[in-house]
């Protein structure tokens, strides 16, 4: 069995469906923004308003170099694909997956969630953020998910790429 790298934006389901494919098949989950958080005891949000968004970039790459197979369901966080190096780490022990979910569903989640700690420049708005983004995932996936599906259906998804 294969180890899973969820990639893509803020909000599109990396977690969510991390969470519940790693329970479905009694594996091991990390998300990497929880582990920036844990090593600073701060939120995202905080940690971006302390330092900046490359602060947070560099934290997460840090973080990403720092895994290995042991890892077997890995949540990224959306600007994980800033850096090269991490992607390639992420290549060599994972399939990586780009949940690709409509800007539209996207704007509706961050909407109910403003504090998210995107690790961008102050001032740009999430459709920029998205069209910046998204060539870069589609560079570094091996496989693309359909984010506008359900949790059930992707986690399905998920579980048949393992197997692959």
């Not at 958080?37 to 308003?49: C, D, R, S, V, Y």
């Not at 170099?65 to 994980?80: D, K, P």
């Not at 953020?129 to 506008?148: F, N, V």
């Amino acid at each position: 069995m294969i180890n899973i790298s969820f990639i893509g934006m803020a909000a599109c389901g990396k977690s969510t469906i991390g969470k519940a494919v790693a329970n479905k098949i009694g594996v091991s989950f990390v998300d990497t923004d929880l582990l920036i958080e844990q090593k600073h005891a701060a939120t995202l949000e905080e940690i971006k308003n302390k330092y900046d968004y490359k602060f947070v970039r560099d934290e997460e790459e840090k973080v990403i170099l720092g895994l290995n197979s042991s890892n077997r369901i890995i949540s990224t966080g959306g600007s994980a694909v800033y850096s090269a190096k991490s992607m390639e780490h992420l290549k060599k022990f994972s399939k990586v997956i780009y949940i690709n979910t409509p800007l539209e569903i996207i704007m509706e989640r961050i909407d109910i969630d403003q504090k998210r700690g995107l690790a961008v420049p102050e001032g740009m708005s999430i459709p920029e953020i998205y069209s910046e983004r998204e060539p870069m995932y589609q560079k570094y996936c091996e496989t693309i998910l359909d984010g506008s599906k359900t949790i059930d259906q992707l986690v399905g998804e998920t579980i048949k790429q393992l197997h692959e």
